[in-house]
């Protein structure tokens, strides 16, 4: 997975840009795989992280250490402000940091391939988002790429204060390419549910792979 997503960042990024960091050790990842003269090819993957999941292991989330390393104060008092005032609300809130979006370069050459990917990848995001009034997610867009727009058309909102819109910040590991934040706090729109709703079953048949199930199966 990690190769592959090597690949597909290479392909959009100048060389020197690292798309692997320490949270892949305790994220949720989504992988997209096919199968290919009976072996397993990943094409895509997505990653989550939660806050719950980085206060195990007194790392910072994501989003915060992001903005952090780009010293961009009026990021961090927007996430913090909305991390305390949901939580104050809501003690059981979660906020989740989505990122590592790749495909393998490979399927943008087959149309229906890609095609099918952006739809799995939809169900996905759509699926593991079970309550989104409990689940504030956040995001980060490149408008040179424009995955910016394409992430808002999904439902998210570019992050402002009552200045406005929270700038572009450089992100340091991606050689200074410009992004900016983005917060999806009511869940995705009806478009999008809709076109998840097609890749339900897919999504139920999903293959998990976790450490706790890994020592069950040890255990029997």
């Not at 290919?36 to 910072?60: F, P």
């Not at 934040?181 to 999903?206: I, P, Q, T």
Request: with cysteine.
């Amino acid at each position: 997975m990690l190769l592959m997503r090597k690949r597909g960042y290479s392909s959009r990024h100048r060389f020197g840009a690292l798309p692997v960091d320490t949270y892949d050790f305790i994220g949720t990842h989504y992988i997209l795989m096919m199968e290919d003269n009976e072996k397993q090819v990943v094409l895509g993957c997505i990653r989550m992280v939660t806050l719950s999941q980085v206060q195990i292991y007194h790392l910072a989330f994501p989003a915060i250490s992001l903005f952090s390393a780009a010293k961009a104060s009026r990021h961090l008092d927007f996430l913090n402000q909305l991390i305390q005032t949901r939580r104050e609300e809501s003690p059981s809130a979660e906020f989740t940091y989505v990122s590592n979006w790749s495909f393998d370069p490979i399927a943008r050459n087959y149309p229906e391939i890609l095609e099918q990917l952006h739809h799995l990848i939809c169900a996905v995001s759509v699926h593991s988002h079970q309550n989104p009034r409990k689940e504030i997610r956040f995001a980060c867009g490149i408008p040179r790429l424009k995955t910016d727009e394409y992430i808002i058309s999904t439902g998210f909102k570019r992050a402002e204060d009552e200045e406005g819109p929270l700038p572009e910040v450089s992100q340091a590991n991606l050689l200074n390419e410009p992004i900016v934040l983005l917060v999806l706090n009511e869940g995705h729109n009806f478009v999008y549910r809709r076109k998840a709703k097609e890749y339900e079953s897919a999504w139920d048949e999903r293959l998990i792979y976790s450490p706790e199930i890994i020592e069950r199966k040890k255990a029997a």
